[in-house]
């Protein structure tokens, strides 16, 4: 059933087009700027889902990392908090093993712990940040309560 609510959040968000804002001045209040998106730490304790779901509510989507400047910066959003483990935007629901991120993007960079992801005891669908002392990924039950990145497309107005 979990697997179900998180396969038809996906689907939802698939047929969603990505809300992006003009900003003249960069990010929005408690947002960090990085490149073409901005990032924010959400502390309240949610699952999988509904982290996600909070994050389009701000016209975000739990966060893709495509290099390893843009994981550091995204550790430095948690170290205020004490690096604890955290949701990001990576999923295998659809098919073990193919991971994807929930804003559509390629999966292109990856910083899994040694032995991960390794679906321990089935249906570990969901990817956490700073897993063990090397802070690295590990995927994680969904229905798991944990803080979140969120990440949002900003353009610079022109003119």
């Known amino acids: 059933m979990k697997l179900l609510t998180v396969s038809a959040l996906l689907c939802a968000m ?3 087009h990505t809300v992006a804002a003009c900003s003249p001045r960069g990010c929005p209040y408690g947002w960090t700027w990085f ?17 996600e779901r909070n994050c389009l509510s701000m016209g975000a989507n739990l966060a893709s990392v495509h290099s390893r400047k843009e994981y550091h910066l995204i550790q430095r959003l948690t170290a205020r908090y004490g690096k604890g483990m955290t949701w990001i935007g990576g999923h295998d629901a659809p098919g073990e093993g193919i991971w994807l991120w929930s804003d559509g993007s390629r999966f292109n960079y990856r910083y899994w712990c040694r032995g991960e992801p390794n679906n321990g ?4 669908h969901c990817l956490q940040i700073n897993y063990s002392g090397y802070k690295c990924w590990d995927d994680q039950h969904c229905h798991v309560r944990l803080p979140s990145i969120c990440a949002r497309k900003i353009y610079r107005c022109r003119g």
């Open 121 to 124: 005891r089935r249906s570990q």
């Open 35 to 51: 490149r073409n998106r901005c990032f924010r730490y959400v502390p309240r304790r949610m699952n999988w889902v509904a982290a």
């Open 14 to 16: 698939m047929a969603m």
